[in-house]
Structures are given as structure tokens and as C-alpha cells.
């Protein structure tokens, strides 16, 4: 993959933030995450679904429900859009 596509997209990624909990509003799914760390010993899914203006996320393991603001998920999906793959340079002559 091109490095600046990537570096953009998990950028994108780590601003996903709550805004706030909230106890309601999580219903379908249309967006999944699974995210794996520390040597693919750790992986974290979270499902993310609209409510309103704004997004419900839920986390695979847990109860808990978070707000994620509109513009953030957006942002990620821009950057998703923008996922290039990797050219190789012309050799030098």
C-alpha cells in the first residue's frame, strides 16, 4: 500500500474519539473495525452504526455505548476512499 494513504487512513483511525456515552441508539452495523496489535496477539472489533446526526459505536467486548460525531466518521471514510497501492519508483538510470 502507499505509505502516505496509509499513514492518512490510520490517522484517521486514531481520531475516532466519543464525544460522549450515551445508553441508546446502536441498532445495525454498516461499518466493522478490528483492529490488531502487539504482534497479533490483541484484537479489538468495534461496530459503528448511525443514530441521528451522529454515530453509536460499540466495542465486541463490552457494553458500553460511545457518540462519535459525524465529521470524524466521515473523515475516516475519505481517507478509506483515499487507500492507494503501492507504485514502485522508476529505477534510476
Known amino acids: 500500500m502507499d505509505p502516505v494513504s496509509v499513514d492518512t487512513f490510520l490517522s484517521a483511525l486514531r ?4 464525544s460522549k456515552f450515551v ?3 446502536f441498532s445495525n452495523s454498516p461499518i466493522d473495525l ?3 496489535s ?3 496477539k490483541r484484537t479489538e472489533k468495534v461496530q459503528i452504526s448511525p443514530s441521528g446526526n451522529d454515530y453509536i ?3 465486541e467486548d463490552g457494553p458500553l455505548l460511545y457518540q462519535i460525531d459525524t465529521k470524524t466518521i466521515e473523515d475516516m471514510r475519505k ?3 483515499g487507500l492507494k497501492p503501492f ?3 522508476p529505477a534510476a538510470k
Open 23 to 25: 445508553t441508546t441508539g
Open 87 to 89: 507504485v514502485q519508483p
Open 79 to 81: 481517507a478509506a476512499d
Open 34 to 36: 478490528a483492529v490488531t
Open 57 to 59: 459505536a460499540k466495542r
Open 15 to 18: 481520531a475516532l474519539t466519543a
Open 38 to 40: 502487539n504482534e497479533s
